[in-house]
């Protein structure tokens, strides 16, 4: 398939694809809301404005920060080449291997459609037995209980983990580990009525999100699920031990815990991550939804309403309407349970009986997922985004080492590595005259957007729950708890919804997708800045960091500004945007074993079906934009994952659309003729073994 002629892209709406009902089941609507974040935190730039560079360079430990920034943009041939003017004199370089595939073209078609000469096939699909006896998916006869044996609805998140040949008996088998974000009863349940949803359709929901284990085997078409000893599914009432700083405090206390330890399940688990010690991260991100209140609901003592709004939390109906049939989703009946939400759970999926853990000293907010860079002396960092508009970028370095190894004592050490360390927040600075940010996001004189950053410490975490605050006038306990108001109190950086992070394997470089964010520059609401440029962000950007892992420096550019290469507000790394796929709302990130960037879109903002892209990072190529395949309509490309020899994504609500249900479908993917829509994991490989070479 040819490059996409940008002709193609004239008739974009300018706005993002995603539905309304997405908006509603995926993230209470937060959309239509009011902004969360309504701190009055100044970005860097808007201070020193009026302020000379060489005063800058002079103002203590920015000095070396912006001095930083310079090289390291020289190193990384960002470049002075605007972005409209293409690279024309300078013959083609090659695309660097992994990329060596022909680009799919933007597409409406109901099927995933992948590069030239590559095959597909699905892997699983929600429903389909996970765990023995188990029925086959049937959508006229769900049950909670059949579906607690079944792959759950809404895949996000992937992993696969090799099992080692001594313990399967067999080579080539792995562990994909997946998370289920959330459920949207009217594409799940026949002639559905959202004013009275039943007891079973309420039980069907409950084990329906959650998390996943299933072993696969890989064979020469693709991925096959297998009956394995380690397959789990993990529900929303799955009992998890909560530890650091926020556990056994009052905040998170309930009549069925008076511990404040072992809490109910996970739920709204959206990306995460895979530990180099073989357990997954899933990040708790848009939870407030699952919590509600009769209309007129008196305002429970002793919750504090702020630090509710603060996370969306509000006393009314929710659309699921949970509430009404257990009294732990009730706000007005147990007013803490929110607060049991919004965290990093760890999940060893060794060991199916092993109760999953969330680690609160990596702070309560709507985690996008939680990625690890471990340093030469065995530190580990956690990244993780706060996915909403004008939200942050937060980081843990841990206090103790990582034990190498997979045996289980290295494991069961290395699984108290997330409960000790300090969290950060960034902030981010650059130099560019703040007259050159005017929203457009047209590129300042430099050649790009980019600047300096330093990590805020907010909390440190000790061993047994020990813990000392970071941030005055705030205690240890609600930083854990109430972590975006201590964010807001340090001073961090608003930025355009924070989602997955991924460190470069080859460079150590991190990226930052920053999906899009409609109110940035709308009255009374943040300005633009240099990282986030763009006033109305429908499409997005990536940010590159080079950060000093262990410690509280960074220095920071713009990877991506996305949307219509044809457009003067886009910059795709420098790279002639003649030659480029269009790419719109990056989401979840992952990497290739040769460098190269891979990025799955969410509500792509170009008139076209979400789509996998690989973006080359280095060299003459930077900013070379290929998109590998697309999902089919309605839906979100989720949770990529590229081997050498096989690319696999989670394809998310297939068919979602304001006017459409299951019984008036859109998508009849992956079935097709009279199928029901199912969203599944999908593998993708090619005849010689080999992606993109
Ligand atoms: Fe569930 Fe941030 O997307
Ligand atoms: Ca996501
Ligand atoms: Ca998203």
Same mark, same amino acid.
Request: aromatic share 8%.
């Given at each position: 398939?040819?490059?996409?002629?940008?002709?193609?892209?004239?008739?974009?709406?300018?706005?993002?694809?995603?539905?309304?009902?997405?908006?509603?089941?995926?993230?209470?609507?937060?959309?239509?809301?009011?902004?969360?974040?309504?701190?009055?935190?100044?970005?860097?730039?808007?201070?020193?404005?009026?302020?000379?560079?060489?005063?800058?360079?002079?103002?203590?430990?920015?000095?070396?920060?912006?001095?930083?920034?310079?090289?390291?943009?020289?190193?990384?041939?960002?470049?002075?080449?605007?972005?409209?003017?293409?690279?024309?004199?300078?013959?083609?370089?090659?695309?660097?291997?992994?990329?060596?595939?022909?680009?799919?073209?933007?597409?409406?078609?109901?099927?995933?459609?992948?590069?030239?000469?590559?095959?597909?096939?699905?892997?699983?699909?929600?429903?389909?037995?996970?765990?023995?006896?188990?029925?086959?998916?049937?959508?006229?006869?769900?049950?909670?209980?059949?579906?607690?044996?079944?792959?759950? +609805?809404? #895949?996000?998140?992937? !992993?696969?983990? /090799?099992?080692?040949?001594? $313990?399967? =008996?067999?080579? *080539?088998?792995?562990?994909?580990?997946?998370?289920?974000?959330?459920?949207?009863?009217?594409?799940?349940?026949?002639?559905?009525?959202?004013?009275?949803?039943?007891?079973?359709?309420?039980?069907?929901?409950?084990?329906?999100?959650?998390?996943?284990?299933?072993?696969?085997?890989?064979?020469?078409?693709?991925?096959?699920?297998?009956?394995?000893?380690?397959?789990?599914?993990?529900?929303?009432?799955?009992?998890?031990?909560?530890?650091?700083?926020?556990?056994?405090?009052?905040?998170?206390?309930?009549?069925?815990?008076?511990?404040?330890?072992?809490?109910?399940?996970? +739920?709204? #688990?959206?990306?995460? !991550?895979?530990? /180099?010690?073989?357990?997954? $991260?899933? =990040?708790?991100? *848009?939870?407030?939804?699952?919590?509600?209140?009769?209309?007129?609901?008196?305002?429970?003592?002793?919750?504090?309403?702020?630090?509710?709004?603060?996370?969306?939390?509000?006393?009314?109906?929710?659309?699921?309407?949970?509430?009404?049939?257990?009294?732990?989703?009730?706000?007005?009946?147990?007013?803490?349970?929110?607060?049991?939400?919004?965290?990093?759970?760890?999940?060893?999926?060794?060991?199916?009986?092993?109760?999953?853990?969330?680690?609160?000293?990596?702070?309560?907010?709507?985690?996008?997922?939680?990625?690890?860079?471990?340093?030469?002396?065995?530190?580990?960092?956690?990244?993780?985004?706060?996915?909403?508009?004008?939200?942050?970028?937060?980081?843990?370095?841990?206090?103790?080492?990582?034990?190498?190894?997979?045996?289980?004592?290295?494991?069961?050490?290395?699984?108290?590595?997330?409960?000790?360390?300090?969290?950060?927040?960034?902030?981010?600075?650059?130099?560019?005259?703040?007259?050159?940010?005017?929203?457009?996001?047209?590129?300042?004189?430099?050649?790009?957007?980019?600047?300096?950053?330093?990590?805020?410490?907010?909390?440190?975490?000790?061993?047994?729950?020990?813990?000392?605050?970071?941030?005055?006038?705030?205690?240890?306990?609600?930083?854990?708890?109430?972590?975006?108001?201590?964010?807001?109190?340090?001073?961090?950086?608003?930025?355009?919804?924070?989602?997955?992070?991924?460190?470069?394997?080859?460079?150590?470089?991190?990226?930052?997708?920053?999906?899009?964010?409609?109110?940035?520059?709308?009255?009374?609401?943040?300005?633009?800045?240099?990282?986030?440029?763009?006033?109305?962000?429908?499409?997005?950007?990536?940010?590159?960091?080079?950060?000093?892992?262990?410690?509280?420096?960074?220095?920071?550019?713009?990877?991506?500004?996305?949307?219509?290469?044809?457009?003067?507000?886009?910059?795709?790394?420098?790279?002639?945007?003649?030659?480029?796929?269009?790419?719109?709302?990056?989401?979840?990130?992952?990497?290739?074993?040769?460098?190269?960037?891979?990025?799955?879109?969410?509500?792509?903002?170009?008139?076209?079906?979400?789509?996998?892209?690989?973006?080359?990072?280095?060299?003459?190529?930077?900013?070379?934009?290929?998109?590998?395949?697309?999902?089919?309509?309605?839906?979100?490309?989720?949770?990529?994952?590229?081997?050498?020899?096989?690319?696999?994504?989670?394809?998310?609500?297939?068919?979602?659309?304001?006017?459409?249900?299951?019984?008036?479908?859109?998508?009849?993917?992956?079935?097709?003729?009279?199928?029901?829509?199912?969203?599944?994991?999908?593998?993708?490989?090619?005849?010689?073994?080999?992606?993109?070479?």
């Amino acid at each position: 398939m040819a490059l996409v002629p940008l002709n193609l892209l004239v008739t974009h709406n300018g706005k993002s694809t995603r539905q309304h009902i997405t908006c509603v089941y995926k993230c209470g609507d937060a959309c239509s809301k009011p902004v969360r974040n309504t701190s009055d935190n100044e970005y860097f730039g808007d201070v020193v404005k009026a302020v000379s560079r060489r005063s800058m360079l002079q103002a203590g430990g920015v000095a070396v920060l912006a001095v930083g920034a310079g090289s390291v943009l020289a190193a990384c041939g960002t470049g002075e080449q605007p972005a409209a003017s293409p690279s024309s004199s300078a013959p083609p370089a090659q695309t660097p291997p992994g990329m060596r595939f022909s680009s799919v073209a933007p597409n409406s078609e109901d099927v995933v459609v992948v590069a030239d000469g590559y095959e597909q096939g699905v892997v699983i699909s929600w429903g389909d037995p996970v765990l023995p006896n188990a029925p086959k998916f049937d959508v006229n006869a769900q049950t909670g209980a059949a579906q607690r044996g079944q792959f759950g +609805f809404n #895949n996000d998140f992937a !992993g696969l983990l /090799p099992i080692p040949s001594d $313990l399967a =008996g067999q080579q *080539n088998h792995f562990l994909l580990v997946t998370n289920f974000e959330y459920v949207t009863p009217q594409f799940m349940f026949p002639g559905f009525n959202a004013d009275a949803p039943t007891r079973e359709q309420f039980d069907v929901e409950i084990a329906a999100i959650g998390m996943g284990v299933v072993e696969v085997e890989r064979t020469p078409a693709g991925l096959k699920p297998v009956m394995g000893r380690y397959n789990r599914r993990v529900t929303a009432d799955t009992p998890m031990t909560l530890t650091g700083p926020a556990a056994g405090t009052d905040f998170v206390k309930t009549a069925a815990d008076p511990t404040g330890r072992t809490v109910a399940g996970t +739920f709204a #688990n959206c990306s995460g !991550g895979v530990t /180099p010690w073989g357990t997954m $991260l899933s =990040g708790e991100e *848009n939870f407030h939804e699952y919590f509600g209140a009769a209309e007129g609901s008196p305002p429970p003592a002793p919750v504090d309403a702020d630090r509710q709004d603060r996370y969306g939390i509000a006393l009314e109906p929710s659309s699921l309407l949970w509430e009404t049939f257990d009294p732990r989703f009730d706000l007005a009946k147990s007013p803490n349970e929110p607060n049991r939400f919004g965290y990093v759970v760890e999940l060893n999926p060794w060991d199916p009986n092993s109760m999953p853990i969330k680690h609160s000293a990596l702070g309560r907010l709507k985690h996008e997922g939680a990625n690890i860079y471990v340093t030469d002396d065995g530190t580990v960092v956690v990244y993780t985004g706060d996915d909403e508009r004008f939200d942050y970028m937060y980081k843990f370095i841990s206090s103790k080492k990582m034990q190498p190894g997979d045996d289980a004592a290295a494991r069961a050490h290395n699984m108290t590595l997330l409960d000790e360390g300090t969290l950060y927040v960034a902030k981010l600075s650059s130099d560019i005259p703040a007259d050159q940010i005017d929203g457009s996001g047209k590129l300042p004189s430099k050649g790009s957007f980019a600047g300096t950053g330093t990590w805020l410490p907010l909390l440190k975490s000790g061993a047994g729950g020990q813990a000392e605050s970071l941030v005055d006038g705030v205690t240890a306990q609600e930083a854990a708890v109430f972590t975006r108001l201590a964010a807001d109190k340090a001073g961090a950086t608003k930025m355009d919804r924070p989602e997955d992070f991924e460190a470069n394997p080859k460079t150590g470089k991190i990226y930052v997708a920053l999906t899009n964010n409609n109110e940035r520059g709308a009255p009374g609401e943040a300005a633009p800045d240099a990282p986030n440029p763009r006033n109305d962000n429908k499409s997005g950007q990536i940010l590159e960091i080079t950060d000093n892992h262990a410690g509280t420096d960074f220095t920071w550019d713009l990877l991506l500004v996305c949307g219509d290469p044809a457009a003067a507000d886009t910059y795709y790394g420098g790279f002639d945007k003649t030659k480029v796929s269009p790419i719109s709302c990056p989401d979840n990130l992952a990497f290739d074993s040769h460098g190269n960037l891979w990025i799955s879109t969410d509500g792509n903002a170009l008139d076209s079906n979400d789509g996998l892209f690989a973006v080359a990072l280095e060299g003459p190529n930077r900013g070379e934009t290929k998109q590998f395949l697309t999902v089919p309509l309605g839906a979100e490309t989720c949770g990529p994952i590229v081997t050498d020899d096989l690319v696999t994504v989670c394809v998310q609500h297939p068919g979602e659309n304001d006017d459409n249900s299951i019984d008036n479908p859109l998508s009849r993917w992956p079935e097709g003729g009279n199928g029901t829509a199912r969203p599944s994991v999908v593998a993708v490989w090619r005849g010689d073994g080999n992606i993109g070479t």
